[in-house]
């Protein structure tokens, strides 16, 4: 295990550099000029004396092998430099914004994880009768309707019915965790409720699934509990195909939230990432497609272990 | 009878309350205002900007030479300066600045400070952006004899100098900054203005606080500020339903006027005005076939602007029909005037008609483009949509291509497009401002059609010079009619202003410019 651990670990390095190489490369390709749009973005008349003094100051004059190269160091000691937007370093514009949609995706999966494990279980359960077919009307519900919607009508409701909205700005959970949690619950909320459904029928499916193996037949027929066939034989196996679920649906929140950002005015990863590429801001979005592509890699292999810790007939040599 | 005194006591109700206005209150001490901003600016640096979102962020920080008494408006007052006197040649002026102001670093500000500033605007150097620098080209000289002294001496009258000091753009810098590094404005805030800077959280707010040796003595009455970025609309909206924010300066849609006052009542304070702003349609002269003055000409004519004024009022902030100047200021073509130049007729169906003419006579009968727009909901989308429709009706197919704003503008700044929906964002009413943007791209690289007008130059340069106003409104309108026989580019509509606040948001005062009014000094909060 431990082996096959430190050897996907080893992986992820060609993985990264791989990425790495192609989001520098293909940025250049895009058409678009930062310095253009940063200086001349904002309506001015800018003298080409001064684009090309920008142009030397961000680096953009020297060759593209000598740049990659430069970032490419910078890299390996986690120095992903400069925004060419806001010139301040990559990882502070990044970390400002990161503890926020962590913590919203982290609030988003237990929500759905806690919801969604007795939704989908109870659903299997009582396969064809109204508690089934409720929990089926609520995750339908979930995946239908976009998060970003479900949100606006969340604070709609607040509005109306309370007169009341959550803080408008990020205050972090270490210096007021009641201001924190009182703001992100909602947005939480919002996505959890999608992520639920998602996940909730994904438990129902496959424990109607394995419900029919035989192995639980065995089991019954040698007269254990039923509720340690489901909890101990039953759901263990279940939870699989929902532990993978889980693990895109918590990378995707980390940076994919843009519209639910805007929505609850959150300071968010996702809202960076497309100002980012509109303002062609290279070195914020090379460290951006970096840090998604990291959580990619080091998710999916928490998963794989998290896959043999549930079902011990898994392992990894 | 009943009915008679029912209606006397609210016409004495109505005579109480004009009488004794927001402003009129005792202005309490303290609090912190929570205001939305519905744009994060870039960097700090007002000289290398042109969006309110960067003087939004900055101009409680700064103060200027003059600025505009908003009361009074267009009337200028003194900021830095206590007062000034202008020559007879009418070529120098000399101001007297206030003595005993600091920057919030502590330097103390003199008159060098003023120099080095307009220096900085009239001739960036170091690789500075001044976006004034033509408009400060008629300085020859900055001299400062003492510290509470300066006098500019200038080439040539200017009949618009005195407005180009009270411009909201031109922030006082330290001297001592600039000599350090040209660019320090662009990330650093020192200024002599009402709050000192607490911090700009990237993509969220900027705060400040009360600047305790701010020059002008009891102000500012606020003790902090917060300036919430809130880049969609809805979300500003229900922020400011809910409290968190309890303003946004630059101002919303009928439409969402309508919803906040349904939903807030007599809780929210609604204020209106019309805008130094208006939204215009640039054709790239450089890109055929619209190097051609009669595709150009064709396609301003079908454009029903009184019929469209109508239905877009309604729904965006587009409302005035109006020439180079704000409809209903001085130096504004009258109605009876401008309905008799190309694009402004009432009589919609002869004008298409000779559009279509114009069209076969270019052989561009299958016109088809790209209108490049700003993917702002307002009002810029309407208005896109809006003459899609127009030109479709002529048979010219368009594709309505909207992009973020800094694409946009650095496209239509490099010349890479055809036709364009641009705006002008002024700050006055004063013809040169106004007029500059169409001066020829030899002169003035913002003309965005790229034109040379000899005609125009010499129009605006007369109109410049001209100290006698009836003489200044003829070359003006010279100078408009000319642009729009030529089709360069002509003003859509103007927009109309409207602006949401709290009613416990008091001393703050409206202007016909979003632009102007930002410093927070005279605001406080009645709670």
């Not at chain 1, 680096?59 to 990659?68: A, C, R, S």
């Not at chain 2, 000319?482 to 580019?489: D, I, N, T, V």
Request: proline content about 5%; hydrophobic content about 45%; aromatic content about 10%.
């Amino acid at each position: 295990m431990l082996r096959y651990v430190v050897s996907r670990v080893l992986l992820t390095i060609p993985t990264l550099l791989g990425v790495a190489v192609l989001v520098f490369f293909m940025l250049r390709i895009v058409p678009g000029d930062v310095v253009e749009v940063k200086l001349r973005g904002d309506g001015g008349n800018v003298s080409q004396e001064a684009i090309e003094m920008e142009r030397k100051k961000l680096g953009l004059d020297k060759p593209l092998m000598t740049q990659f190269g430069d970032w490419m160091v910078g890299v390996a000691t986690l120095d992903f430099g400069k925004s060419m937007w806001t010139e301040r370093p990559v990882m502070e514009e990044i970390s400002l914004r990161l503890e926020l949609s962590l913590q919203v995706a982290i609030m988003a999966t237990l929500i759905a994880v806690f919801i969604a494990i007795p939704l989908g279980t109870t659903a299997a359960l009582f396969r064809d009768t109204w508690i089934d077919y409720v929990v089926r009307i609520v995750t339908i519900g979930g995946l239908s309707i976009p998060s970003f919607w479900f949100g606006m009508l969340i604070m709609l409701s607040l509005l109306a019915f309370f007169n009341w909205l959550p803080p408008i700005t990020f205050t972090p959970i270490y210096v007021d965790p009641v201001a924190n949690i009182t703001q992100l619950i909602w947005p939480a909320l919002a996505v959890g409720y999608r992520y639920c459904a998602v996940v909730a029928r994904m438990i129902r499916s496959s424990l109607l699934e394995v419900l029919n193996e035989d192995y639980i037949r065995t089991a019954r027929a040698k007269g254990v509990y039923e509720k340690l066939v489901i909890s101990r034989h039953a759901l263990r196996n279940a939870l699989l195909p929902a532990i993978t679920v889980i693990g895109l649906e918590f990378t995707f929140l980390v940076g994919g939230l843009v519209v639910t950002e805007q929505v609850f005015n959150l300071n968010g990863i996702g809202q960076l990432f497309v100002q980012s590429v509109s303002r062609n801001d290279f070195t914020l979005i090379q460290g951006m497609v970096m840090l998604i592509a990291a959580f990619y890699v080091f998710v999916n292999l928490a998963v794989d272990v998290l896959y043999a810790v549930f079902d011990p007939r898994i392992r990894y040599t | 009878m009943k009915r008679l005194l029912g209606t006397l006591s609210l016409a004495l109700a109505a005579v109480a309350f004009a009488a004794s206005p927001a402003s009129a209150q005792t202005p309490k001490r303290g609090g912190n205002l929570n205001f939305a901003i519905s744009a994060e600016t870039p960097h700090y640096d007002c000289h290398a900007s042109d969006t309110y979102a960067t003087l939004h962020f900055s101009s409680p920080f700064y103060s200027t030479l003059l600025r505009y008494n908003l009361p009074k408006f267009p009337q200028i007052e003194g900021d830095l300066a206590k007062s000034w006197t202008l020559s007879p040649d009418k070529k120098t002026y000399t101001f007297v600045l206030h003595d005993g102001v600091k920057f919030h670093d502590g330097t103390p500000f003199t008159s060098a400070d003023i120099k080095a500033t307009y220096e900085r605007l009239r001739n960036p150097t170091g690789g500075a952006v001044s976006n004034r620098k033509a408009t400060f080209s008629d300085i020859e000289a900055i001299e400062t004899p003492n510290p509470t002294t300066v006098v500019f001496k200038l080439k040539a009258v200017n009949a618009s100098m005195l407005d180009h000091f009270a411009s909201p753009w031109n922030c006082v810098y330290s001297a001592k900054d600039l000599a350090a590094d040209a660019n320090a404005p662009r990330t650093k805030i020192n200024g002599t203005g009402p709050f000192t800077f607490v911090e700009h959280v990237k993509g969220s707010h900027v705060a400040g606080k009360r600047n305790e040796s701010y020059f002008k003595k009891g102000l500012p009455y606020l003790d902090s500020y917060r300036g919430i970025f809130t880049l969609q609309a809805a979300a500003m909206l229900n922020a400011l339903q809910g409290g968190q924010v309890l303003a946004e300066f630059r101002g919303v849609s009928p439409a969402e006027r309508d919803r906040m006052v349904a939903a807030m009542g007599d809780k929210l304070r609604v204020e209106e005005s019309s805008w130094t702003l208006n939204l215009l349609v640039a054709f790239n002269i450089e890109k055929p076939p619209f190097n051609d003055v009669r595709v150009r000409k064709a396609l301003l004519m079908a454009i029903d602007r009184w019929g469209g004024s109508q239905g877009l009022s309604r729904i965006s902030t587009l409302r005035s029909v109006g020439g180079v100047i704000r409809p209903g200021s001085p130096l504004a073509t009258p109605e009876a005037e401008l309905v008799k130049l190309p694009g402004f007729s009432k009589d919609i169906k002869k004008s298409r008609e000779e559009a279509k003419k114009l069209l076969k006579e270019a052989g561009q009968e299958n016109l088809k483009f790209t209108l490049w727009n700003r993917n702002l909901a307002m009002p810029y989308t309407p208005a896109g949509i809006f003459l899609v429709d127009q030109w479709r009706q002529i048979g010219v197919e368009v594709e309505h291509k909207q992009s973020d704003t800094a694409p946009y503008l650095a496209a239509l700044r490099s010349g890479n497009y055809e036709v364009a929906v641009d705006f002008s964002n002024l700050f006055n009413d004063d013809a040169t401002l106004a007029l500059s943007k169409y001066l020829s791209h030899k002169n003035n690289p913002l003309n965005l059609s790229r034109a040379n007008d000899d005609v125009i130059d010499d129009l605006y340069e007369k109109q410049l010079r001209e100290g006698d106003v009836a003489k200044r409104k003829g070359f003006i309108q010279a100078l408009e009619k000319r642009l729009f026989e030529q089709a360069y580019q002509q003003p859509l509509l103007w927009w109309h202003r409207i602006v949401l606040t709290h009613k416990t948001v008091m001393g703050w005062k409206m202007s016909p410019s979003h632009n102007l009014g930002g410093d927070l000094a005279e605001v406080w909060l009645n709670q």
